[in-house]
């Protein structure tokens, strides 16, 4: 993880120059996201893994049925039609089984305030970003604008929070 640090310094010196010249939370909202934190990590790690769990059965089914030439549900046979088709599902999976491995394991560390439980909910928000910037360019087929002008945002406004609340961890 060191190295990973060592290779997110510029992006985040970068974004730090910004993101101090914004308006502060108050310290009440602060105070919230640091103990709502290590909550929201185990509550979406738990449910991530589960939807992870169901992704791959609902995959591995459809795709037996779909071997087999058995009809299967509505979203199965569009998958082969997709950029990437089955392909891209399995990456999809494999980022949603990492974000909320990662989630999981922030929740100690931000439980006891440790900048490790930071730096784990930054990867996973980075994680997040770059997943959807994958799905608007392979699943959906084409490159999609406003998909990546949303990812990028949803990506400044976590990193708002997380820049907001880094001091509490040491």
């Known amino acids: 993880m ?5 290779l997110l310094n510029p992006l985040l010196k970068f974004l730090d120059q910004y993101y101090a010249k914004l308006p502060a939370l108050p310290k009440g909202g602060k105070d919230f ?7 929201y990590a185990v509550i979406f790690g738990v449910l991530g893994v589960i939807g992870v769990v169901l992704g791959l059965l609902a995959t591995v089914a459809g795709t037996a049925a779909v071997g087999m030439g058995a009809a ?3 979203y199965m046979p569009a998958y082969g039609r997709l950029a990437g088709g089955m ?3 399995w990456v999809a999976l494999l980022f949603a089984l990492v974000v ?3 989630e999981l394991l922030a929740f100690s560390p931000l439980k006891a305030l ?3 439980g930071w730096n784990l ?3 996973t928000f980075l994680l997040g970003f770059l997943s959807a910037l994958l799905s608007n360019v392979f699943y959906l087929g084409a490159f999609s604008v406003m998909g990546i002008a949303w990812s990028l945002l949803w990506f ?4 708002y929070l997380l820049y907001q609340v880094k001091s509490y961890y040491k």
């Open 2 to 6: 060191k190295s990973l640090d060592s």
């Open 33 to 39: 996201l640091v103990k709502a934190a290590p909550w």
């Open 72 to 74: 299967v549900s509505g």
């Open 87 to 89: 392909a891209f599902v």
């Open 100 to 102: 909320s491995v990662l």
């Open 114 to 116: 440790k900048v490790k």
């Open 121 to 123: 909910l930054l990867y």
């Open 156 to 159: 400044l406004v976590d990193y």
